[in-house]
């Protein structure tokens, strides 16, 4: 079982900065892909950023050239630097992670529990 713990959520005004970071803790035999994924109320669970262990990163266009997403394969752990922030990423933000318990196990998705990020006009 993996277990991600989120923070670094808040609220903030257009053009502002926020910084999300994530950490996974649990019996796992290894962490594959890392990522973000956001919310809004009324949308569906979509994906802001991912990366993988090897560090290859994945981008939702609404958000290239602003958000940058890292990781830390020792201390598992991913964080998401959102830059130039607007209104419309306004929503809560979910890390999430691919892991295996075992060498030939199969990779299970796991969830954060959600941090809100809204950013006003």
């Known amino acids: 079982q993996v277990q991600l713990v989120e923070s670094g959520g808040g609220l903030v005004q257009a053009g502002g900065s926020l910084r999300l970071s994530c950490a996974a803790s649990g019996r796992f035999f290894s962490i594959n892909d890392m990522g973000w994924y956001r919310q809004a109320p009324g949308k569906q669970r979509e994906l802001v950023a991912a990366i993988t262990s090897g560090g290859n990163t994945n981008y939702a266009d609404s958000v290239k050239g602003r958000f940058t997403i890292s990781r830390d394969n020792a201390k598992n752990t991913v964080d998401l630097q959102m830059n130039s922030l607007k209104p419309e990423d306004t929503a809560v933000y979910y890390c999430?992670?691919?892991?295996?318990?075992?060498?030939?196990?199969?990779?299970?998705?796991?969830w954060g529990q959600g941090t809100q990020v809204t950013v006003s006009l």
């Open positions: 999430n992670t691919k892991a295996r318990n075992g060498r030939f196990a199969a990779a299970v998705n796991y």
